[in-house]
Structure formats: C-alpha cells, structure tokens
C-alpha cells in the first residue's frame, strides 16, 4: 500500500487552463503539506493543513488553492496556469508539523 | 526566520570511502533536524533525524549525522559509500514558533564512483 498517493503523476496542458492534483495519505496523519520543486531542485512549502485547517500559506499566488475534504485527503487545484507553474509538486504528511514527513511520488506538471 | 545551508552543489567520492554531505542551519530556539534524499523521479524519503539527545544520530541504510550545537551543524555521513547511495540529499530544519515549517537547503548532489 502506498503511503502517500497523489495523481495523476505527469500533467501536461497549455497555458490559461485549470488543473487538479490529487493526494491521499493512509497513514493516519495530521498534517498535509503541498511543497514546488523547481527546475533547480529547490524545495519550497507551498500549502500546510493540519486536521483540515490551513496552518501555512506561503505568498502562493491565488490561483493556487488548496482543498482538504478531510484529514487524509489534500488536493490542488490550478487556475489560469501559467508556464512559470511548470515543476514538479509533491504532497506529503506527517504526524504532527515537526516529525518526519512521508513524500509522495510527486507530479511533474508542465505548461505548454 | 530559519535557514539551512548546504554549502556544497555536489560531492564526489569513491566507492568504499567514507562520505560527509555538509549541512549548517540558523533558527531561535532549538531545530529539530532532519536529512532526506530523493532518488531521479521519485519523491523525498526520510534518513534520520535529531530532536534531542544523543549528538549522533543513527538513519536508514548505514547513514548517520552528528548534530554540533556550537558550530550549528548537523552534517550526513557513512563510514563506507556505495554506488547506490547517488542520489540528492536535503537536509532540514522545523523551528518551530512563529516558523511553523520544514525549511529544506537547496540540496546536494551525491556521486559515488565504482
């Protein structure tokens, strides 16, 4: 069983539409978290829920917004995608915001 | 705010030589740190990490990191290197207070040649 499952894995679409990533964690966490990994490999915390409630939001562009129908479930969605959003997003969860996170596989989404 | 600092882009060793990837962090109050790596295509998996206790900290895999309060580091090594352990590491550091969040370095590339 995956741990932290988010689809669909690759998203390729072109500029101005809107898009949803999906993720499920089993693992009976409290804590979700979208983070952006960019071209450079650099990581950056976009989004943090705890039992539903957004904790963080970090200057994340509006068109960004994220959805926890509950706790095991934190999803994307992507306004009016522009070519800057191209990267690869992972969803992750922890136990609580300052034990280990378990990642997913990630989403490499690429605006064309 | 807090910070982590991986001042090496990449590191080279050769198999069965012992390795270090380097990592140093600035936050108020004390860190709880933690070293992850990605393997190409796939997300982060968790190392080790140090909340409080014992200065070295054993992982997954053989990897270990020795946390040096004086000198704000917490570097990553492994007495011996395998081919299979190239791969991009991070380290991180959750500050708590007003910084609610896991801030990750900018990663290190590890190469470890047969």
């Known amino acids: 069983d995956t741990a932290v499952s988010q689809t669909p894995k690759y998203l390729v679409t072109q500029m101005g539409n809107d898009k949803s990533i999906k993720c499920e964690q089993n693992?009976?966490?409290?804590?979700m978290y979208w983070y952006k990994q960019d071209s450079k490999k650099f990581l950056k915390i976009m989004f943090s829920?705890?039992?539903?409630?957004?904790?963080i939001n970090e200057t994340v562009p509006n068109r960004f917004s994220p959805k926890s129908p509950d706790k095991a479930h934190l999803n994307l969605h992507i306004n009016s995608l522009e070519l800057g959003d191209s990267a690869v997003y992972f969803c992750?969860?922890?136990?609580?915001?300052?034990?280990?996170?378990?990642f997913g596989q990630g989403t490499r989404l690429t605006v064309v | 705010a807090q910070s982590v600092a991986q001042p090496e882009d990449q590191v080279n060793v050769a198999e069965g030589n012992p390795l270090t990837v380097k990592c140093t962090y600035s936050?108020?109050?004390?860190?709880?740190l933690f070293w992850y790596v990605q393997y190409p295509n796939r997300g982060l998996q968790f190392l080790l990490k140090y909340i409080t206790g014992d200065n070295l900290v054993k992982g997954s895999y053989g990897f270990e990191a020795e946390f040096n309060k004086s000198q704000t580091s917490f570097h990553l090594k492994k007495p011996s290197a395998l081919v299979s352990d190239s791969a991009l590491y991070f380290c991180?550091?959750?500050?708590?207070?007003?910084?609610?969040?896991?801030?990750f370095g900018k990663g290190t590339l590890l190469t470890v040649n047969p």
């Open positions: 829920y705890n039992n539903k409630e957004l904790i």
């Open positions: 693992l009976g966490h409290d804590t």
């Open positions: 991180a550091v959750f500050g708590g207070g007003s910084n609610y969040k896991l801030t």
């Open positions: 936050v108020s109050g004390n860190p709880y």
């Open positions: 992750a969860s922890s136990q609580k915001a300052n034990t280990e996170a378990f």
